[in-house]
């Protein structure tokens, strides 16, 4: 299956090529416009501005978790902790049997704060934590690498959200955050919304291509405000975009629809998913 970052960058991919075009072809009109000053010449710089403001708009975003998930495959983290990270190797010779993978349950059992995730990947191990030191009394063959001097602080950053969104894990996060994010992942929200909601799949046919993630900028663009956002939930879809003609072209055409939710959650499940979309926008 393709990762989010994966269908992200080849959709970007096609949109830069389509820029290049438009940017040699536009260097050359722009030169031919110099000598004509008249509508003709404003209207072909006009024509190229949009041209190029509309391959911006239509590139598909790429947040921090999706480039995080780039940095755990560049760094090898996936050869150890498993696809995804969810699924690590045996390791001989562990209390625990395997190299833990990042799942809530496994990774809450090695950090308490986020300072501790970071430390376990810039120095392979908290340097301050009791719970650290009780879990590494036998270690096992397989060593946590310290990346303190081949990561950069962006990367670190990204790399730490992608961790979150795999495990779901926060520190100090309020109970009605965490069941949100659990009922919307027994629902399959995760599915096509990305880890915790981080990082859209591949939708052909949409507006960028891509399912909008819940933590990106794409997202305002789809929802304004609470309630439409329940109204994406309950209804799969919103009054407002279906009534603008370049929103409904794309509504249509793309081939993975917003299912609604209405007869399958209530109102307290409705109440908690916004809870932990909120929480997820720091809004």
Same mark, same amino acid.
């Given at each position: 299956?393709?990762s989010?970052?994966?269908?992200?960058?080849?959709?970007?991919k096609?949109?830069?090529?389509?820029?290049?075009?438009?940017?040699?072809?536009?260097?050359?009109?722009?030169?031919?416009?110099?000598?004509?000053?008249?509508p003709?010449?404003?209207?072909?710089?006009?024509a190229?501005?949009?041209?190029?403001?509309?391959?911006?708009?239509?590139?598909?975003e790429?947040?921090?978790?999706?480039?995080?998930?780039?940095?755990?495959n560049?760094?090898?983290?996936?050869?150890?902790h498993?696809?995804?990270?969810?699924?690590?190797?045996?390791?001989p010779?562990?209390?625990?049997?395997?190299?833990?993978g990042?799942?809530?349950?496994?990774?809450?059992?090695?950090?308490?704060?986020?300072?501790?995730?970071?430390?376990?990947?810039l120095?392979?191990?908290?340097r301050?934590?009791?719970?650290?030191?009780?879990?590494?009394?036998?270690?096992?063959l397989?060593? $946590? =690498?310290? +990346?303190?001097?081949i /990561? *950069?602080?962006g #990367? @670190?950053?990204d790399? !730490?959200? %992608?961790?979150?969104?795999?495990?779901?894990?926060?520190?100090?996060?309020?109970?009605?955050?965490?069941?949100g994010?659990?009922?919307?992942?027994?629902?399959?929200?995760?599915?096509?919304?990305g880890?915790?909601?981080?990082?859209g799949?591949?939708?052909?046919?949409?507006?960028?291509g891509?399912?909008?993630?819940?933590?990106?900028?794409?997202?305002?663009?789809?929802?304004?405000?609470?309630a439409?956002?329940k109204e994406?939930?309950?209804?799969?879809e919103?009054?407002?975009?279906?009534k603008?003609?370049?929103?409904?072209?794309?509504?249509?055409?793309?081939i993975?629809? $917003? =299912?609604? +939710?209405r007869?399958? /959650? *209530?109102?307290? #499940? @409705?109440?908690?998913? !916004?809870? %932990?979309?909120?929480?997820l926008?720091?809004?």
């Amino acid at each position: 299956m393709s990762s989010p970052l994966r269908v992200a960058r080849a959709v970007g991919k096609k949109t830069r090529s389509s820029l290049e075009v438009l940017n040699l072809r536009g260097s050359r009109l722009i030169h031919w416009s110099k000598g004509h000053s008249g509508p003709l010449g404003v209207a072909v710089l006009v024509a190229i501005a949009g041209a190029i403001a509309y391959g911006h708009y239509f590139r598909p975003e790429i947040g921090p978790a999706m480039r995080g998930e780039e940095v755990a495959n560049k760094l090898g983290c996936f050869s150890c902790h498993g696809p995804e990270g969810v699924s690590g190797i045996r390791n001989p010779g562990s209390a625990a049997r395997d190299v833990p993978g990042w799942e809530h349950r496994k990774i809450s059992m090695y950090i308490r704060k986020e300072e501790d995730l970071r430390e376990w990947i810039l120095y392979g191990r908290p340097r301050n934590s009791l719970m650290a030191a009780d879990r590494m009394e036998t270690p096992g063959l397989v060593r $946590m =690498p310290a +990346y303190e001097k081949i /990561i *950069s602080t962006g #990367e @670190l950053d990204d790399l !730490v959200q %992608y961790l979150r969104a795999v495990s779901g894990w926060a520190a100090d996060i309020p109970d009605i955050v965490y069941e949100g994010r659990k009922i919307a992942a027994d629902l399959g929200c995760f599915g096509c919304h990305g880890q915790s909601g981080m990082g859209g799949m591949s939708n052909p046919g949409s507006l960028k291509g891509t399912i909008p993630a819940w933590d990106g900028g794409d997202f305002k663009q789809v929802v304004r405000d609470e309630a439409e956002l329940k109204e994406w939930i309950l209804e799969g879809e919103i009054k407002r975009l279906w009534k603008n003609p370049l929103a409904w072209y794309f509504l249509k055409r793309q081939i993975i629809k $917003m =299912p609604p +939710y209405r007869e399958h /959650i *209530s109102d307290l #499940e @409705l109440q908690k998913i !916004v809870a %932990y979309i909120g929480w997820l926008r720091k809004e």
